[in-house]
């Protein structure tokens, strides 16, 4: 059987085909029977939840799997790196598990677990390949010396492992979580016999605390362990007490919590100190009812402005519910006992938006006078403003308590 030759021109024509329209990768669709799966086999998995009604997901479709092409001839291990996508319309189950609330949302997937801080950047090719490339990139930094030590940043949380040998269990933990919490904490590790004068009993981590002199914590669970050295991580990387700024402003307004929020001048540490400790002492069992925050006040002086307050008036506390703003009376009552405590509980119970319209209690009345009826309106939530821009996403209406 003989087979016909080719034109020469038909198979140059074959060729430029091939080289100018290379196969193009696919972007996997996810549903309730193969999320699970894919998610935990990918080292890392950029996922967009989207509706096909949305205009802004329409636009982000073709930027979406361009930049899924350049990625995947950089990795084309199908588990280094993942596109995938869900319509959240088909399933909503799924978009109900991760709490979407605007579409179209982009969220970042390490070995199954997804990442708190989604992705937020701009919504270009260039934009999302390099996004991925830093999320590919090594985590850890190596010390060869343990001199460097003495010149790490004290500013930035850091934490260090020191480690008979990269090739170990120990290791590829502490390295899964530096993956997960780069962002949170500097990593750092140290091998073989530079690691020799601080592994007196074996492989070992340690975290250093901001400031030169914080002394340090040792890690004391089991090594491999992913569980219990992530949870230790998380709670040395992510501060009780965060600082919000323009840059992550959105990301907190998204977790849905009301703020708590210091105002202070930048080189006023004493009173972040001070406002930190009775957060620590009154609080603690309010975290996930409300964000505790600092932010300076010279950056947020439109805040300042709707409480009435300026820079000159700093420190000052004050709670933002995303509806009304709430004035601490003095900043110099943070400290007695059970004061700051029940500010919080009164915005729960819904008594300070309560009192700006008819004045104190009757059981905060002294006795021998009468409480009065206030006909007014307390400031409006200046923060909301940060929350995700209708200009950018579709954002789903949910109603919510007023506070």
């Known amino acids: 059987m003989f087979l016909p030759l080719l034109d020469p021109n038909c198979v140059l024509l074959l060729l430029a085909s091939w080289v100018f329209n290379p196969v193009r990768s696919e972007i996997i669709s996810l549903e309730s029977g193969n999320i699970d799966d894919i998610l935990n086999r990918a080292d890392v998995a950029l996922v967009n939840f989207y509706a096909d009604w949305c205009r802004f997901s329409q636009m982000l479709h073709p930027i979406f799997e361009e930049a899924s092409n350049i990625i995947k001839e950089e990795y084309p291990d199908s588990n280094q790196v993942v596109f995938a996508r869900v319509d959240c319309d088909q399933h909503s189950d799924i978009a109900q598990r991760y709490r979407i609330s605007k579409y179209p949302t982009l969220k970042l997937f390490r070995n199954g677990m997804m990442m708190k801080r989604e992705y937020r950047g701009q919504r270009s090719v260039t934009a999302l390949a390099d996004y991925i490339r830093q999320q590919k990139s090594d985590p850890v930094q190596e010390i060869l010396d343990l001199e460097d030590i003495k010149t790490l940043d004290r500013s930035k949380r850091n934490i260090i492992g020191y480690f008979e040998q990269k090739d170990s269990d120990n290791y590829r933990n502490f390295e899964r979580v530096a993956s997960i919490l780069h962002d949170d904490c500097v990593f750092l590790a140290a091998f073989g016999s530079v690691s020799n004068p601080?592994?007196?009993?074996?492989?070992?981590?340690?975290?250093?605390?901001?400031g030169e002199q914080s002394p340090d914590m040792v890690y004391l669970g089991s090594l491999t362990n992913f569980d219990l050295s992530y949870a230790w991580s998380q709670d040395k990387c992510v501060p009780l007490v965060r600082e919000i700024t323009f840059e992550n402003g959105e990301e907190l307004t998204e977790e849905g919590l009301p703020f708590l929020i210091l105002f202070h001048m930048k080189d006023d540490t004493q009173s972040l100190e001070n406002f930190q400790q009775e957060v620590a002492r009154q609080l603690i069992s309010e975290k996930g009812t409300i964000n505790f925050l600092h932010a300076d006040c010279d950056k947020f002086r439109h805040p300042l402005l709707h409480i009435q307050k300026s820079p000159a008036d700093c420190p000052v506390i004050a709670i933002d519910s995303f509806r009304h703003m709430y004035v601490f009376p003095e900043f110099s009552d943070v400290t007695i006992p059970g004061k700051l405590k029940q500010f919080v509980?009164?915005?729960?119970?819904?008594?300070?938006?309560?009192?700006?319209?008819?004045?104190?209690?009757?059981?905060?009345v002294a006795p021998g006078q009468e409480s009065q009826d206030i006909a007014s309106s307390p400031p409006e939530s200046s923060f909301q403003k940060l929350a995700p821009s209708e200009y950018r996403y579709t954002i789903l209406k949910r109603d919510r308590d007023e506070l």
């Open 198 to 210: 601080e592994r007196f009993s074996g492989d070992n981590i340690i975290y250093k605390p901001v």
């Open 345 to 364: 509980l009164d915005l729960h119970s819904g008594k300070l938006h309560r009192e700006f319209h008819h004045g104190p209690d009757p059981t905060d």
